[in-house]
């Protein structure tokens, strides 16, 4: 294929794979075979279209050819394999005449056959690890191997995963539809924290060693638009969409040049991606003002609050943290209690702040580096450097990441040279 | 398949109206899965205190009292169910009243087509 006629290919490929597998999957029923078919599909396509032309309704024809190379290979097996094996198929080929009506089935339910496989796999009868797998090789569109090298596990493990869940989807039964409206709320926030955990993979693989873990992020914001093209007007689904959108607007400005971590307080603001912050908070706006708050749409209120300040110093601190309490007070954990208490030192003082660690600290729920490097910095405004210091080292003692520790050390240091400022 | 096991301390730790009900409630669920047609089979099992577990090691049976394994949740019984799902299967474990004080696990029949 000569190169702007493959380019052509590509993004074909690219932009119709996610729809015609999940249209698919619906028609066959079966995970596997309908990536192996599609997959048949497109080398057909990628060997006839050159020749012939490309056909006036690419989607229409290339679910025509995997649909019916996948009837074919079921005919196949049916007669190789017992009469059991034969219902079955007899079963799926039902299935699938039911919807004959192609070009129709593609057209009027492809957005419903989406949504139906985004809550398969992200059924909570599946691990964790193998939601979040699934829903990037079928949702996301990514390869197995990509998202192995993504989640840094070798490739036959990723493949193992996928396969296990694929196994148990088919053998437990686990649907392949919409859940019932008192399912739903709990179904969603199951979508939204496999959504939210791939975004944090990549926003958190900060080594900059692995760009293909930064590419996660973006991943996790198409796969946010388009629950929110499946599913309009849901806000916690807008208020992920947005917290997303504007944690990713900083990611040009939270490293130095040595892939050093920057904290909020001294980024260079024009570095953000201003058009993304607008976006994130005018959507996080929509979302609140539909009257059902819920933990993604206050933690993307706190972000944007964070976002549109014009300095550090001038962010509205008594607003933030009203909105921890909030947020503390509808999803309880000892990390919203912690940001509330740094929200509460630039309110009130750093006094009162530190008032607040010291009383987490005493009931021993955190045992991350978090809470002894957010104590060190408070003691460090207080100009109480000894206290400052044994709290860094506390803190470097539980930190693994190494931008983190990189961090920590900067500070432990700059506090020795505050000091010998202030003694010279 | 649903398999109920019960955790008699969380069991011993209910209100005793509770309590007393309990054989009740569990008619109760029996008869509307009966009525819906999803019913199949189920039974309540005596206790693990009358249990004896068997084992063949080198073609001698080997014979222990009580369970194959201690654990503070025992099974206590079964339903096996007709349901088109596993979100139905969930819906229905989550109704015996032992997933209240104890767990229910699900899992599928072995279909000898699957294998």
């Known amino acids: 294929m000569a190169s702007p006629e493959r380019e052509r ?32 599909a497109f080398l057909a396509a990628a060997q006839r279209w050159p020749r012939d032309g490309y056909p006036d309704d690419p989607d229409a024809w290339l679910y025509t050819v995997a649909r019916r190379r996948a009837l074919d290979h079921i005919r196949r097996e049916s007669t190789r394999a017992g009469r059991e094996q034969a219902t079955l198929a ?82 437990a039964g686990i649907p392949y539809r919409i859940p019932t409206a008192t399912e739903l709320p709990e179904r969603i926030a199951a979508v939204l924290q496999v959504v939210y955990l791939i975004f944090n993979e990549g926003y958190l693989a900060s080594d900059g060693d692995s760009p293909i873990r930064r590419d996660l992020a973006d991943e996790a914001i198409r796969l946010g638009r388009l629950l929110q093209e499946l599913m309009p007007g849901a806000p916690e689904v807008e208020g992920l969409l947005a917290l997303m959108l504007l944690h990713h607007s900083r990611r040009d ?172 | 398949m649903l398999l109920i096991y019960g955790d008699p301390e969380k069991f011993a730790a209910l209100p005793a109206d509770v309590r007393d009900n309990w054989h009740g409630e569990y008619m109760e669920f029996t008869q509307t899965i009966a009525k819906s047609g999803e019913l199949v089979a189920g039974d309540a099992l005596q206790g693990i205190d009358t249990a004896t577990t068997v084992s063949v090691e080198g073609g001698a049976t080997l014979t222990t009292d009580g369970p194959f394994a201690e654990t503070k949740e025992t099974l206590g019984g079964f339903y096996i169910v007709d349901v088109p799902d596993l979100d139905r299967a969930l819906v229905l474990a989550a109704q015996i009243p032992d997933a209240r004080s104890g767990k229910v696990e699900v899992r599928p029949v072995l279909d000898v087509g699957d294998m």
């Not at chain 1, 949504?115 to 949702?139: E, G, K």
């Not at chain 1, 549109?308 to 309880?332: G, I, K, N």
């Not at chain 1, 000894?386 to 470097?396: H, V």
Request: one cysteine or more; glycine letters at 6%; charged letters at 30%.
């Open chain 1, 9 to 40: 290919f590509e993004q074909l490929v690219r932009a119709s794979s996610g729809r015609l597998l999940a249209a698919l999957i619906a028609n066959l029923g079966d995970i596997d075979l309908a990536q192996d078919s599609l997959a048949d």
């Open chain 1, 90 to 171: 007899i079963d799926a080929e039902v299935r699938a005449d039911r919807r004959v009506e192609t070009e129709d089935t593609l057209r009027s339910g492809v957005e419903d056959h989406r949504l139906r496989l985004v809550f398969t796999c992200c059924h909570p009868a599946l691990p964790l690890d193998a939601r979040v797998a699934l829903t990037l090789r079928t949702l996301g569109g990514l390869t197995t191997g990509e998202i192995a090298r993504a989640f840094l596990v070798p490739e036959t493990t990723m493949a193992q995963r996928l396969t296990r869940a694929k196994r148990k989807i088919r053998v």
């Open chain 1, 253 to 424: 400005a939270r490293f130095d040049g040595d892939g050093d971590l920057i904290p909020l307080e001294r980024q260079d603001r024009a570095r953000w991606h201003h058009a993304e912050i607008a976006e994130g908070a005018a959507l996080v706006e929509q979302a609140l003002r539909r009257g059902a708050p819920g933990p993604f749409q206050l933690q993307a209120a706190i972000a944007a609050l964070s976002a549109t300040a014009p300095t550090f110093a001038e962010t509205d601190w008594p607003q933030m943290v009203l909105l921890y309490t909030e947020l503390h007070r509808r999803s309880p954990s000892p990390v919203v209690e912690l940001n509330r208490a740094v929200a509460v030192a630039y309110a009130r003082g750093p006094d009162a702040g530190l008032m607040l660690l010291d009383e987490l600290d005493r009931r021993g729920v955190l045992t991350t580096h978090l809470l002894p490097a957010a104590r060190a910095e408070l003691l460090a405004r207080l100009s109480r450097a000894e206290e400052a210091r044994d709290a860094y080292d506390a803190a470097l003692q539980l930190a693994t990441q190494p931008a983190e520790r990189r961090f920590l050390e900067h500070r432990r240091a700059a506090l020795d040279g505050d000091q010998l400022q202030g003694r010279s």
